[in-house]
C-alpha cells in the first residue's frame, strides 16, 4: 500500500485523539497534545509522517483562520476600548524586551546582529496557544484575558517591521535600508487594500451569497475571504496571519459576522490543530538529550525574562499584582510567528547550526508547558488570601457605604448611575488605575482598590455596607470577593453577576444571597418580552418570572416536581395580590376623581391607600381626585391589578375590558 499525503494526515489524527484524550484527563489542553503528538510521530522521533512540507501548508490555513476569527471577535470598537492595553501594553512589553533581551546577548559576548535576530525570536509570544487556553477556560473576558490579547495582538502586527528588519541584520547595508522602505510601503499597501476589499467586498457580496445559495455557499464564501486576504499580503512578502486577521477584523462589523462565525469554527478547530502537529514536528528531542544543561538555562532564562518584563508591564497599567502574575504566565513563552522570523533568518543565512535547533528546541517547549504554567497561575490566584496593601488600595475611607460594588463595566457603572440619582450613598472599587482617575474626576465616588483582597474589602467599608454587588468579569476574582465579604460581614446582603449558570451554586455556597446569570436572565427578560406582545397578564408574566428565579432557574434547565412547582405559585400568588401604582404627572388618571374614573367597576381592584406627599389617606373614597405623585395601593386579583394600571394610564383597551370581565 503506497504511503501517501493522505495516509500522512490519518495517522496523524488516528495518533492525536488517544493523545489528546489522555492528557485532557489529567486536566491538560488539547494543544499539548496536539505537539506531543507532532514531536512523536515527526520526522526527529518515529519518522511516520514523511509529507512534512504539504503539513506545514495546511499548517498556515489553520493560522490563517484562527487569526481571521480572532479579528472576528476582536471588532474595531472593542479594539478601541482597548487601545491603552494594546498600545501601552504591546509597545512597552515589545520595546522592553527586544532592549533586555538584545543587551543581555551583547554582554554575553555575541555580536550585535545575533543578539538583536535573538530578541526578535523570543519577543513575541504563541498567540494561538494562548487564545485557545483562554477560551477552554473561559478567561477570554477577564482583566487577565483582555490584557493578554491586547498584547498579543500588538505583537502580531509588530512581526511586520520585525521581518522587514531581519534582512538588513545580513549586512544589507544601504540597499537594505532601501528595501526596508520599499517592503514597509507595501505593507501599507497591504493593509489598506484588505481594508477596503473586506469592508466593501464582502459588504456587497454577502447579501448575493445568502440569497443565491444556501450553508455550503456562504461557508465556501467565508473560507474564501479569511483565505484570500492572507494571500494577499503573504504574496506582498508579509505575513499571511496579518491579512487574515485584518478581514476578520472588517467582517466583524457585518451583519453576518455571527453567521461567518458560526461557519468558520469548524474549519479553524481542524486546520489549527495541523498547526500544532506541525510545531511539534519541528521539535528535535535530541538536542535535549545532548546539551541538557544549555537548553534548560536557554528556556529558563528566556522564560524568566518575559515574564519578567510583562509583569512590569501589567503591574503598571492594572496596578494587580494577581493580573500582572497571570498574564506573566500566558506571555512568557515563544511564539509560532517566531518559526516564520527564524525561517528567513535561515534563508539569509543569519540563523542556522545548532543556533537553529536549540532555539526550536526552548521554542516547542516553552509552547508545550505554556496550558500548565497558565493553569497553576490561575490556582494560585484563587488561593491566594495576600494581606497588607499592595494592589493599589488608596483612596478608600474607613466610613461605611450603604452599598459596596465591586467592577465599574457596563453593569457597575448602571448601578452606580440609579444610586446617584435616587440619593444612594455607595461606593465603587475597579482595579484599572485611568479608569478611576477619569471616572472621580467626573464626581464618580470610585477608589483603586481589588475586592478580591481582604485588606481593600475592610478599608472600603464592607463590614458596615447593607450591600455588596460583585459585577466583576474574573470569576475566579468573583469567587474570592464573595467569599472574603462573607467573613468580613456576615450580614451583608451578597448580589453576584456571573455569565454562566454553573457558577451559581458555588458562589451560593461562597455566601452570595442572590446570584444573577447573564445566560438565563436573558432567557427570562425574553419570555416575559413574548408573552407581553401575546397580552398575557402582567401579574401572570410576574409570576412566571419570580417562579423560575425561586426555582434556581430549574424550569429552564428541566422538569421540576409538580408538587413542588404549585406550592410555589400557590405562594407567590398570595404575596402578589397587592400592587402599587404611581400617578405621574401625564397619566391619564390625573385631576379625576376615583368614581368619575370608574375604577372599582371597571377594574374590580380596590384603593387600599393613598401616598401623597409622604402623608397616607386611608380607605379613600370614591370622591378622592387623583394628583400628581401619588401612590395608590391597590389590591385585586392580577388581572384587576393590570386593568388598574392601565385605567390609570389611559391605555385601557375596552375591548380588553370587556374579555377580562
Request: glycine fraction near 10%.
Amino acid at each position: 500500500m503506497p504511503h501517501t499525503f493522505l495516509t500522512d494526515i490519518v495517522l496523524l489524527l488516528a495518533a492525536s485523539i488517544p493523545i489528546v484524550v489522555l492528557l485532557r484527563r489529567i486536566q491538560l489542553p488539547s494543544v499539548a497534545g496536539f505537539v506531543v503528538a507532532g514531536a512523536l510521530f515527526g520526522p526527529h522521533a518515529l519518522s511516520w509522517i514523511r509529507s512534512v512540507e504539504e503539513v506545514e501548508a495546511l499548517a498556515e490555513i489553520g493560522v490563517a483562520l484562527l487569526l481571521f476569527t480572532v479579528g472576528l471577535e476582536f471588532s474595531l470598537p472593542r479594539l478601541l476600548l482597548l487601545k491603552r492595553a494594546l498600545l501601552v501594553g504591546g509597545f512597552g512589553q515589545v520595546m522592553l524586551t527586544l532592549l533586555v533581551v538584545g543587551l543581555g546577548g551583547v554582554a554575553l559576548g555575541r555580536d550585535v546582529s545575533g543578539s538583536v535576530l535573538f530578541a526578535f525570536l523570543v519577543v513575541l509570544s504563541s498567540t494561538a496557544v494562548v487564545l485557545k487556553t483562554l477560551t477552554d477556560e473561559r478567561q477570554v473576558d477577564t482583566p487577565h484575558g483582555q490584557l493578554a490579547v491586547a498584547i498579543l495582538l500588538f505583537q502580531d502586527l509588530a512581526i511586520i517591521p520585525l521581518l522587514l528588519f531581519v534582512p538588513l541584520l545580513g549586512g544589507g547595508g544601504a540597499g537594505g535600508l532601501s528595501e526596508f522602505g520599499l517592503a514597509g510601503a507595501k505593507a501599507v499597501v497591504a493593509v489598506v487594500v484588505v481594508l477596503l476589499a473586506a469592508r466593501y467586498g464582502f459588504s456587497r457580496m454577502a447579501p448575493v451569497v445568502v440569497r443565491a445559495g444556501g450553508r455550503e455557499l456562504f461557508t465556501l464564501f467565508t473560507v474564501l475571504v479569511a483565505l484570500g486576504a492572507a494571500w494577499l499580503t503573504e504574496s506582498l512578502d508579509l505575513p499571511l496571519a496579518l491579512g487574515a486577521f485584518i478581514a476578520g477584523l472588517v467582517v466583524s462589523e457585518s451583519e453576518y459576522n455571527h453567521q461567518v462565525v458560526d461557519e468558520i469554527l469548524p474549519f479553524r478547530d481542524v486546520f489549527s490543530a495541523l498547526f500544532f502537529v506541525s510545531i511539534g514536528m519541528l521539535f528535535d528531542a535530541s538536542i535535549v538529550i545532548e546539551e541538557p544543561a544549555e537548553t534548560l538555562s536557554l528556556f529558563l532564562a528566556v522564560a524568566t525574562t518575559k515574564a519578567t518584563v510583562v509583569f512590569g508591564v501589567g503591574f503598571y497599567l492594572t496596578r494587580s499584582r494577581r493580573t500582572a502574575m497571570i498574564v506573566a504566565a500566558a506571555l512568557f513563552q515563544v511564539g509560532e510567528f517566531a518559526f516564520v522570523v527564524a525561517s528567513q533568518a535561515r534563508e539569509l543565512g543569519v540563523l542556522g547550526g545548532a543556533d537553529e535547533q536549540r532555539f526550536l528546541a526552548v521554542a516547542v517547549l516553552s509552547m508545550v508547558v505554556t496550558p500548565v504554567v497558565m493553569r497553576l497561575a490561575w490556582r494560585r490566584g484563587e488561593a491566594g488570601r495576600p494581606s497588607g496593601a499592595g494592589d493599589g488600595t488608596g483612596g478608600a475611607s474607613d466610613d461605611a457605604p450603604r452599598v459596596l460594588i465591586a467592577g465599574y463595566g457596563l453593569t457597575g457603572e448602571h448601578l452606580a448611575r440609579v444610586l446617584a440619582a435616587t440619593g444612594v450613598e455607595h461606593r465603587v472599587l475597579d482595579t484599572d488605575p485611568h479608569r478611576v482617575k477619569r471616572e472621580r474626576a467626573a464626581g464618580v465616588p470610585i477608589v483603586l482598590a481589588d475586592a478580591s483582597r481582604a485588606d481593600a474589602l475592610a478599608q472600603a467599608g464592607i463590614a458596615g455596607a447593607k450591600v455588596f454587588v460583585v459585577a466583576i468579569n474574573d470569576a475566579g476574582a468573583t469567587r474570592r470577593a464573595v467569599a472574603l465579604a462573607r467573613q468580613l460581614s456576615p450580614s451583608v446582603q451578597v448580589i453576584v453577576r456571573t455569565r454562566f449558570l454553573a457558577d451559581t451554586e458555588e458562589l451560593l455556597r461562597l455566601g452570595a444571597n442572590q446570584v444573577v446569570p447573564e445566560e438565563f436572565e436573558t432567557s427570562v427578560e425574553i419570555f416575559g418580552r413574548v408573552l407581553r406582545e401575546l397580552h398575557v397578564p402582567r401579574g401572570t408574566i410576574a409570576v412566571q418570572t419570580e417562579l423560575v428565579r425561586r426555582e434556581g432557574y430549574q424550569l429552564l434547565r428541566g422538569p421540576v416536581a409538580e408538587e413542588r412547582h404549585l406550592a410555589v405559585v400557590g405562594e407567590i400568588l398570595a404575596s402578589t395580590a397587592v400592587d402599587t401604582l404611581f400617578v405621574g404627572a401625564d397619566c391619564a388618571g390625573c385631576g379625576r376623581s376615583l368614581g368619575e374614573m370608574g375604577f372599582r367597576v371597571r377594574t374590580g381592584a380596590t384603593v387600599l391607600s393613598v401616598v401623597r406627599s409622604g402623608e397616607e389617606i386611608h380607605g379613600p373614597g370614591a370622591d378622592l381626585v387623583l394628583e400628581p405623585g401619588d401612590l395608590l395601593v391597590v389590591r385585586g386579583e392580577h388581572r384587576e391589578l393590570d386593568l388598574a394600571r392601565d385605567l390609570i394610564a389611559g391605555t385601557l383597551d375596552a375591548d380588553a375590558e370587556d374579555a377580562d370581565r
